[in-house]
Nanobody, 120 residues
Framework: QAQLVESGGGLVQPGRSLRLSCVAS????????MKWYRQVPGKEREWVGL????????RYRDSVKGRFTISRDNAKNTVYLQMTSLKPEDTGVYYC?????????????WGQGTQVTVSS
């Protein structure tokens, strides 16, 4: 059964760091670009950033550039979101998403989300 499982969320003070992980299973991880999204109650889910299927390129939304870093380890079927200099507005449920760019199979997988709360 294919799935994505996020972990690493929690309560953190402003200015501190946190690293989220997303572990994939049940599909060919290297065929998929990986994206991170976040959502707060009452608002639409917003794209945070992405890493290409081979890890060679990344992109970020403007509000997290220079603070967040996405990386992946295809040998471990894992994508990471390293968050530094966290702000209260970074609070939300963070989701990872897999989008197939090669091969065959389902186009998209979503994780169940992990809560990040930035507060003093």
């Amino acid at each position: 059964q294919a799935q994505l499982v996020e972990s690493g969320g929690g309560l953190v003070q402003p200015g501190r760091s946190l690293r989220l992980s997303c572990v994939a299973s049940g599909f060919t991880f290297g065929w998929y670009a990986m994206k991170w999204y976040r959502q707060v109650p009452g608002k639409e889910r917003e794209w945070v950033g992405l890493v290409s299927s081979n890890g060679g390129s990344t992109r970020y939304r403007d509000s997290v550039k220079g603070r967040f870093t996405i990386s992946r380890d295809n040998a471990k079927n894992t994508v990471y979101l390293q968050m530094t200099s966290l702000k209260p507005e970074d609070t939300g449920v963070y989701y990872c998403k897999a989008e197939r760019v090669n091969g065959v199979g389902p186009s998209v997988y979503w994780g169940q989300g992990t809560q990040v709360t930035v507060s003093s």
